[in-house]
């Protein structure tokens, strides 16, 4: 029977899957997996009552286990690779962390108005960090095969992308060659391909947080 997973709909479009990373991780790991689920988009800006009942924090992602809804993208990927263990997706523990700032830094970045504020930088040395790794143990966080850690990677990296190629015309620098080929590899995979969010729908998910009224 397919697993229900409520996600974020598209701001502004009810009827699309959006651009939430922590959604997008969830879905890649049922992907991953063949598990077969259902979505119920959840349009954040007026949430359904059925979902803030059953989800109080009315956050997503949140899928059903045993008529209970379990929220949280950590928590759900390791259900997910208890209740389906195949294909193996557990990162090895000493590379579990490999990448994890790289989403503040990014977040950091992309809103800081003030050019000075080492802010680029701080971005700039995760990105550099995770490319060495790669370049050491690569293609993947943890070698030939995709894991845990990749699929939580790959939707911070592409919202990376778009966000910081729309607001601030900003691309990652070219030697990082490892990094490069690491998200062509992420990006196309079949999972990815499937559960990505259309670009204009993360830019419309990110304005208001670079630019607040
Ligand atoms: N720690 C949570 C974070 C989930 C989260 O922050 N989701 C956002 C959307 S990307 C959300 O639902 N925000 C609630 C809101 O905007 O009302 C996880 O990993 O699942």
């Known amino acids: 029977m397919a697993l229900e997973v409520a996600a974020k709909a598209a701001a502004g479009a009810p009827d699309i899957l959006g651009d939430c990373p922590f959604t997008h991780r969830v879905l890649l790991t049922l992907e991953e997996k063949k598990v077969p689920y259902k979505l119920h988009l959840i349009n954040l800006a007026d949430k359904p009552q059925w979902f803030t009942e059953v989800n109080p924090e009315g956050k997503v992602p949140v899928v059903k286990f045993d008529d209970k809804w379990v929220s949280d993208s950590d928590v759900l ?24 700032k790289i989403f503040g830094s990014f977040v950091t970045f992309l809103k800081s108005k003030d050019p000075s504020d080492g802010s680029e930088q701080a971005l700039l040395n995760e990105l550099k960090a995770l490319d060495e790794h790669l370049k050491a143990h690569g293609p993947y966080i943890a070698g030939e095969k995709v894991t845990a850690a990749d699929l939580s990677l790959a939707p911070k990296l592409y919202h990376l992308k778009v966000a910081l190629g729309h607001f601030k015309k900003w691309t990652v620098p070219e030697s990082l060659t490892h990094y490069h080929k690491y998200t062509e590899l992420l990006f196309s995979r079949e999972s990815f391909v499937k559960t990505i969010a259309e670009e204009k729908h993360i830019i419309a998910g990110w304005e208001p947080k670079v630019n607040p009224k």
């Open 77 to 100: 990927a390791g259900i997910l690779e208890e209740k389906y263990p195949e294909p193996v997706l557990k990162t090895p523990p000493e590379f579990a962390s490999v990448g994890s």
